[in-house]
């Protein structure tokens, strides 16, 4: 089943204490990226990656790295987390060259930094 | 700079009353995708159209159906003779030359009994 897996899907963590949220396709896609989504604000990009080793800044990068050392997975890392980065957070997955083709999603995770 | 409006944050209808999400977007491009997603209170994203921007047919499906106005750089949706299972957040989103989802800022939909 074509599938894209974030975990955890909850986390609750104190401020300051580094975390990551897995992501991980078996579609094969080249692209990937994260979205927060908040109240009013709709869904924002963090990061996206054209494919392994390619990552770029999205609209609200701030606070976040991330890495794409294989094609399947494309972690998001908070290395110091504050509480403004509460939220849910979507990984997503899509192939390159087919404008306007579906993406893929996550379950979604949320995030609450206290 | 693309973006997408949607102006109704929130909307409450009583059930089987027929429901409309309004939906605006702006870009500078003459190709790109629309896309409706929806979203229960689960929280998972769940894709429901796709319809690009040389396509201005309407579409329907069941009770959901789309109008889409380049005239008005509008893509709305309706839902008809509604149900409590309808009740979720939606979501507008726009895609143009790169592979970014441009999201509007949600509508939250309540359907009552």
């Known amino acids: 089943e074509a599938q894209v897996t974030q975990n955890p899907r909850y986390l609750i963590t104190v401020t300051g204490k580094k975390l990551t949220v897995t992501c991980s396709q078996n579609m094969n896609h080249e692209y990937m990226s994260w979205y927060r989504q908040d109240p009013g604000l709709g869904l924002r990009q963090i990061y996206y990656?054209?494919?392994?080793?390619?990552?770029d800044k999205g609209d609200v990068p701030e606070g976040y790295k991330v890495s794409r050392k294989e094609k399947r997975n494309f972690p998001l890392i908070l290395e110091s987390p504050s509480p403004n980065q509460t939220s849910l957070y979507f990984c997503?997955?899509?192939?390159?060259?087919?404008?306007?083709?579906?993406?893929?999603f996550g379950q979604g995770t949320r995030l609450t930094v206290v | 700079a693309q973006k997408v409006t949607q102006a109704q944050t929130e909307i409450s209808v009583v059930e089987k009353e027929d429901v409309t999400l309004d939906c605006v977007y702006e870009t500078r491009d003459t190709t790109y995708y629309l896309f409706w997603y929806k979203q229960p209170p689960s929280g998972e994203l769940v894709f429901l159209i796709r319809r690009n921007s040389f396509d201005e047919q309407n579409e329907i499906s069941g009770r959901y159906s789309w109008n889409f106005q380049k005239s008005t750089s509008s893509f709305n949706f309706t839902i008809t003779a509604s149900q409590v299972v309808d009740s979720a957040v939606y979501f507008c989103a726009l895609i143009t030359g790169g592979q970014k989802l441009v999201f509007g800022q949600g509508t939250r939909l309540t359907i009552n009994p």
């Open positions: 997503a997955s899509s192939p390159i060259g087919a404008l306007g083709t579906e993406a893929f």
């Open positions: 990656s054209m494919n392994v080793e390619v990552t």
